[in-house]
Structures are given as C-alpha cells and as structure tokens.
C-alpha cells in the first residue's frame, strides 16, 4: 500500500532565497540608518540560519554590524499560548547577542508568518530580557491569515495561500537545500505557527 505525497509547487530556489535575504538586509540597514545599533533574534528552528545569514549581508553593507556580537537566538515556546495542546514541546535555548538587546534594534527573524502566535510569544519573551529601543519583524515568507494584528517590517516573499496549504522552508543547514514550497492540504492535527 502506498501513499500519495500532495502536489506540491516550489516557489522559491535557492537563488531567489539569497535575494530576498540580501534585499531584506539593505531594508534593516536603510530602515535602521546604519546597523551599528541593530541586533538579530533568530527564532528556531529556521529563522536561527535565517539571522546568522542576515548577520553576513549586514556585515557585508555595513563595517559597524558585528555579526558576532549582535546576533542571538530566541525561543519561545515557554511563552506561546497553545501549551495547553501541546505541553511535550522540548524548551530550546535562548542566547542574547553579546551587545544585548537594551537600547537596540531588535529585527526578530523567522521563516515564515501565519497566525502570528509565535511572534506574539517573542514579544512576550523580549519583554521579560530588556527594552530595546525598538522591534522589528523580518520573514522569508508571510503566508497571510493573522489571528493577531502583527504585521512584518521585512519580508522575503508574500505568498496568498488558503488555510489548506502548507508553506515549508528548507534551509540547507538543516534540510541539505534552500527553496520554499508549498504543498496541498495540511495533515489533521499538524502545527500552524
């Protein structure tokens, strides 16, 4: 007996991946007036690759971005509202750049935005480690349908897609390739972000 994979359309290659990233770090630097004052918070599990990435182009754009010291990663699953569902999640780590985050600009970074649930449970973490001076939201993909009025700063792609649909990012630290695609209905009982 064999099962049948959903149809699946891949929207973005790895080419179109290095774009978008390098596009969305000369947005942070313009955005930001330099990146001297910029930290990134990579959200695991893809948007801790994503940060260390952005951290490269900065780098690259402007001399004054450590991308050492201002780099860090976030997680947030003792803040996300669905633990109740779900309460066997393993808790990750949380590592503030060296610089902190105190008086700085804060460019939260995940793969792709849904409900918006996970960036609200960042909200709340950030919150409880310091006060940057401002926060800012930069994805690979927003997908649409909010639950929650976030809305990103940077974005990679915008992608229409109806509830049925998955969105899945492959990086190539953790899957071996970059590309985004989208496949047909979701599995019963599967995770939405």
Known sequence: MSFALPPFTTVLGPEDVAR?????????????????????????????PLAQRLAERLAAIDPAFDPVAALGELDVTMYRDDLHRNPTRAVGVTRLPAVGIDGKVVVLVDDVLFSGRTIRAALDA?????????????????????????????????????????????LAEIDGADSVVISGRAAVGEETR
């Open 20 to 48: 978008a990233l390098t596009r969305i770090a000369h947005e942070v630097v313009e955005r930001s007036k330099g990146a001297s004052d910029v930290v990134l918070l990579g959200i695991p599990t893809r948007g801790v």
């Open 126 to 170: 950030i919150s409880d480690l310091g006060r940057p001076r401002a926060v800012r939201l930069a994805c690979l993909v927003d997908r649409g349908h909010r639950e929650l009025p976030i809305r990103p700063d940077f974005v990679g792609k915008n992608l229409p897609t109806s509830t049925d649909e998955r969105v899945q990012v492959q």
